[in-house]
């Protein structure tokens, strides 16, 4: 699972008002999406599917 190889992940539930209203605040509006963030809290990966999660996850080493 995601939190396995990313431990410090936030979920929004989108089948909840508090997490749509988190989700739309974040800039998102479909599902899966899953937002990546550097250290200085500057988004700076966007993924829409699988692939692209995949894609994103084998170029970064994820320390705990």
């Known amino acids: 699972p995601l939190q396995t190889r990313c431990p ?3 979920l929004f539930r989108s ?4 997490g749509l209203t988190d989700a ?3 800039g998102v509006f479909a599902t899966p999406t899953v937002i990546f963030y550097n250290n200085q809290g500057k988004e700076c990966a966007r993924c829409h599917n ?3 999660l995949e894609a ?3 170029k970064v080493a994820v320390t705990a």
């Not at 089948?15 to 508090?18: F, G, N, R, S, Y």
């Open 15 to 18: 089948d909840t008002e508090e």
């Open 8 to 10: 410090y992940t936030t």
């Open 56 to 58: 994103v996850l084998s």
């Open 50 to 52: 699988v692939e692209e």
């Open 24 to 26: 739309a605040e974040n």
